[in-house]
């Protein structure tokens, strides 16, 4: 058994120059217990050794995650992902990952000095070029996988590659307050700037209503907060398990120069993967397929005569252009839609913009002034299961006057959070 301060000093170490490290704690993890696998034995292991396997499997962890991660995104959303042979293993080796992850955000944030540098981040700017606010409430179930810690630690990350000029300024709302503090946002304090709602507003919004105008009002809240405090010409919104990518800010940025930008009420920068399918119907998504069909079809008969000179003589008709669209089509499908969508990932400027789609909120942009219209019209309208602040949006742009929104593809963040705050969890959430 080794020592909370030995396993300190292997963390630090680890962090400076990962081999030695990596060897003391491999030898070590491969008798740590598993937090995650609730088995009659596990039952008795005491909490230190619980905390303690699972510092141990954070560092244990780089070469398997990317091995994972890479076997997931190749099959997950593929027609030949085999669910019932594959699913229940995957979903648990994610959120090993992902619990591994928690736990190493959670050293990070314990571990790092209040010291200038660090605080120098915590910024008194007015009017900034762009406001990133990460929404958080005080989550019951999947605590340790500490998503916000995750969250910031990414865009912390993110932030310092941007150089001398910051790309954001970042808020955290912490929604809860009183007597269910929030320990992740409150960990976070001494870095970035958390706002609540004072303890007469707090007691007021947890009035007897349901979760989802719950859920919204705290929205609103923050939209209109992270406005008053900052008078930022852009906002975006984060849910607190939204990770964002590394080319996060590179993408935004290039979002907001395109001229659309100032004509719209949001940006969606996440759809889930499973939904991205061409089988998926959304209108602007079938007219990219019957183009790449169409794109694709005429490439090939115009190059086919020179693969093959004796088809300089063969007369194409349009029969054999309709027969090679509807190839090229179905080819595109079963290939799988969101593993073509990855190769727009090369540069920012071939990201797609679209007309949004329905579903999901976890990250969202507000160019200009559009976070008030926002909160407005969501303060407004009246949530509950079924109409959550997702729909409401999603109907309020559609059946507003001169009002349009967006969705960009590929998605520009992960969705992490396995354990949702708003809705009944399954005792093992699943991928899918
Ligand atoms: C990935 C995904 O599909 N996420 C969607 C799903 O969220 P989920 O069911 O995944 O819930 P979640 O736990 O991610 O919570 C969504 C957000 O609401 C915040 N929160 C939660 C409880 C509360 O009382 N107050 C509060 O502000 C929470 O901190 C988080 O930022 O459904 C929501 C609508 O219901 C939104 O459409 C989310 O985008």
Redesign the pocket.
Known sequence: MYSSSEVRQCHLLFRSSSAPCCACIISVTRTAADPLLHTPEQEGITKTRLRLSTVLFVQKTPDLTTGLTFQKALLLYSYYFIKSMYLDSMSEGVLHESLARGQDALHFWQGIPTSAEVSSRFNDVTQPELLVTV???RRYEGTDFHYLLQVMQQLDGILRGCGERRCAEVLVCD?ESGPLENQDAKLLEPYFRVIRRSPREQLGNRDQVN??E??KR??VFCLRKGWELLKPKNIIVL???ALPRLDFFKVVKDLLSRRFALHTLYIKLYH?ERLQRYWNPEPYRILEWVGLGLVGATALLLILPYWNPCLFSFKLSTSHLLFFTLYFMVTAELLGRHYLLEVRRLSPQLYAVSPATE????AMLFPGNASLRVADYLDSSFCYKGN???IVLYQIARTTPGERSHSVEPNLIT?I?AY????VNPARPKLL
């Open positions: 929404v958080t409430a929604v979760t989802f719950r859920e705290d929205y849910e607190d398990d889930p579903c999901c909120t976890p959550a602040k997702d969705h959070g949702s705050s708003v809705r």
